[in-house]
C-alpha cells in the first residue's frame, strides 16, 4: 500500500505564506511525478503545480510566480510553497502521486486526504 499525508493547512491573511508537504510512504518502488490539486467549494478539483522526478516543473496561470513547488526525493516529499495568498486560493489542496508501487509494473494515481487552506481578506 501507498499513502500520502499532507500537512501545513490553516488560515492565513491575503498577503501572507504557507508552504504544504506532503510525504509518500508504503510499498513505493518508484515516484514519477508528485503534484499538487486544490479544490474550492462548489468547484471542480484543479491543478495546482507539479513536479516530475528530473525536476521539470509546472503551474497553473493563476499561481505562477507566487507559488513553488519542489520535492525531496530521499524523503519521498514534497512541497509547496506559497506566498502572496489572495482570498480566491482558498481551498482544500490535495497532494498528488504517479508511483509506481512495489511488485507492481504499472504506475498509478495516489491521493492524499487534503489540507484546507483559508485565506482572509
Known amino acids: 500500500q501507498v499513502q500520502l499525508v499532507e500537512s501545513g493547512g490553516g488560515l492565513v491573511q491575503a498577503g501572507g505564506s504557507l508552504r504544504l508537504s506532503c510525504a509518500a510512504s508504503?510499498?513505493?518502488?518508484?515516484?514519477?511525478?508528485m503534484g499538487w490539486y486544490r479544490q474550492a467549494p462548489g468547484e471542480q478539483r484543479e491543478s495546482v503545480a507539479y513536479?516530475?522526478?528530473?525536476?521539470?516543473?509546472g503551474y497553473a496561470d493563476s499561481v505562477k510566480g507566487r507559488f513553488t513547488v519542489s520535492r525531496d526525493n530521499a524523503k519521498n516529499t514534497v512541497y509547496l510553497q506559497m506566498n502572496s495568498l489572495k482570498p480566491e486560493d482558498t481551498a482544500v489542496y490535495y497532494c498528488?502521486?504517479?508511483?509506481?508501487?512495489?511488485?507492481?509494473?504499472?504506475?498509478?494515481?495516489?491521493w492524499g486526504q487534503g489540507t484546507q487552506v483559508t485565506v482572509s481578506s
Open positions: 508504503g510499498s513505493i518502488f518508484s515516484i514519477n511525478a
Open positions: 513536479i516530475y522526478s528530473g525536476g521539470t516543473t
Open positions: 498528488n502521486g504517479i508511483i509506481v508501487a512495489v511488485n507492481s509494473r504499472l504506475s498509478r494515481s495516489y
